[in-house]
């Protein structure tokens, strides 16, 4: 039989290439054949016709045998020289070559036959079947050759076991041959089927592994560069931010006194100038400080000095801050603290940062007419993390701070992305509100930089809740840390 697997279409020709691949290894059958299958086979033939059957591979290899041995021949071994004899005539046998889609007959000193039947596929030899001993339908009596090579052999006796060999005909023979060759090449062409689709398979595998490797490896390289980019860009910042702010405090200071009339009286015009030069300068001075406070919050390099904290004294001290301001806005700005008296071990300048930052949103989002309400309780927390712990481990304190407002809102889509840094939810160029975009990505580091988190939540009918909350000083103590080690308060400076 001489068929050719049917490739698997594939536009890029990946699957070809892999046939191919399979394809050109010459096909083996210890590789591609089930050997169960091929000794049931043996074995239904030899059951069938009572004729012994061998499969050997092209290298000589036994693969499947199913024989018996004949009376005659267990006669003959019985002697030296007959079993001597015996081998060398299996050996040719076995050695005999058919041709490729051939057959041919060895004979045997008995006068008994074996059919040597050459196995293909796709045109190439891959092993052969050898049946037999047979006897011919002619054969009578044992031929002179078996008394000349085992002299002591009574021949008479020889005789009666030769006829009690079943005789077959060449014809017969060659059909049977035919059949069983045919049923192998079946055999082989489902195995060698199989095999290559699982070969193919592997192959893909491999491929695509390869193929994965690979696009780690790059993407690996991208994110050194970027981390390298990243860490340029910081330095950049910091480095970039502090030159400009030793120039711009002149410029402050100096429109300061322009303004107080310090160098000399200014015409109204003049005054207006230079109130917008001062102004524009603390805007810029504003917007380099918060660069320089994310430059160092990001890098780690920024230390937390931390001490025993009052809560309601920080809020105390932003609602004074910022009270002109909303006066200023027409919006109410009320404290409710219900006396919380919990201590944070805190660095209070920058607790005062994150509820200036909020509160400053809060105002500036509320119209006129609004309210803003900073509310803190003292909760009893439990530790997410640490869930199976929860009945040993010492109760956690919490000191939670609300920054409740009734202005826009910020809708649920955009509350995980305005604390990144610059992101502002209506950047366009007709946005009625100042700033850059910073003062939430400082808040929500320096939240967590004292082992805290923020979330934002909707007000009740229209406005946003910022939620800040701060472990309690002995939660810190006997918590864990969540603090990030690149931001781990720097205890040298305590
Ligand atoms: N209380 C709030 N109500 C509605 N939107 C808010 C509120 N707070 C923040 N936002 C939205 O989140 C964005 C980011 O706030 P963030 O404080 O980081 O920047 P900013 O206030 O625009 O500028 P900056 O604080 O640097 O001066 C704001 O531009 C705004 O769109
Ligand atoms: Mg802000």
Redesign the pocket.
């Known amino acids: 039989m001489t068929s050719s697997l049917t490739r698997p279409p594939n536009s890029q020709g990946t699957a070809t290439v892999a046939v191919d691949v399979v394809s050109d290894v010459p096909v083996r059958l210890e590789d591609v054949v089930d050997r169960d299958a091929l000794e049931e086979l043996c074995q239904s033939m030899h059951r069938l016709f009572g004729i012994s059957v061998r499969v050997y591979t092209s290298e000589g290899t036994l693969m499947a045998s199913a024989a018996s041995e004949l009376e005659i021949c267990r006669f003959v071994n019985d002697l030296p020289a007959g079993r001597l004899a015996c081998g060398t005539t299996v050996t040719a046998a076995k050695a005999v070559d058919p041709g490729v889609e051939g057959e041919v007959t060895h004979g045997c000193f008995t006068g008994l036959t074996y059919r040597i039947v050459s196995l293909d596929y796709e045109g190439r030899r891959v092993g052969r079947i050898v049946l037999g001993p047979v006897a011919p339908a002619m054969l009578e009596e044992a031929p002179p050759s078996l008394a000349k090579t085992v002299p002591k052999l009574d021949v008479v006796q020889g005789n009666e076991l030769l006829t009690k060999v079943p005789r077959v005909k060449s014809d017969a023979l060659g059909r049977l041959a035919h059949h069983l060759k045919t049923s192998l090449e079946l055999i082989i062409f489902s195995s060698h089927k199989a095999y290559v689709t699982s070969k193919l398979h592997l192959y893909s595998v491999r491929e695509s592994y390869r193929e994965l490797e690979e696009k780690t490896r790059r993407l690996e390289q991208a994110l050194t560069r970027l981390k390298e980019l990243d860490r340029l860009k910081l330095n950049f910042l910091a480095t970039v931010s502090h030159e400009l702010r030793t120039p711009l405090t002149s410029i402050i200071g100096y429109s300061e006194m322009l303004g107080e009339g310090i160098a000399g009286e200014l015409n109204e015009e003049q005054a207006e100038f230079v109130k917008t030069i001062h102004g524009k300068g603390e805007q810029l001075l504003?917007l380099i400080m918060?660069l320089l406070d994310l430059s160092k919050l990001e890098s780690g390099t920024m230390s937390l000095r931390e001490s025993p904290t009052q809560i309601s004294r920080v809020l105390g001290d932003v609602v004074s801050t910022l009270a002109p301001v909303a006066r200023k806005k027409e919006v109410d700005l009320v404290l409710d603290d219900d006396g919380v008296a919990c201590e944070l071990a805190a660095d209070p300048e920058r607790l005062r940062q994150v509820f200036v930052?909020l509160v400053?949103?809060?105002v500036?989002?509320t119209p006129k007419g609004g309210s803003v309400t900073l509310r803190a309780r003292v909760v009893d927390g439990a530790d997410d993390d640490e869930p199976g712990a929860a009945l040993l481990a010492p109760v956690r304190r919490d000191v939670v701070v609300s920054v409740a407002?009734t202005?826009?809102?910020?809708p649920p889509v955009e509350r995980a992305k305005?604390f990144d840094a610059f992101?502002?939810?209506?950047s366009s160029s007709t946005r009625e509100?100042?700033?850059?975009?910073?003062?939430?990505?400082i808040v929500k580091r320096i939240v967590e930089a004292h082992g805290g988190t923020v979330r934002i939540e909707s007000n009740e009918a229209t406005?946003?809740v910022?939620v800040v909350t701060l472990p309690s000083a002995q939660s810190r103590r006997s918590l864990p840390s969540r603090v990030p080690a690149a931001l781990a308060p720097d205890s040298s400076k305590r």
């Open positions: 504003a918060g930052n400053d949103n809060a500036k989002f407002d202005g826009i809102g910020i305005v992101y502002q939810v209506d509100y100042g700033g850059t975009g910073l003062g939430l990505s406005g946003a910022f």
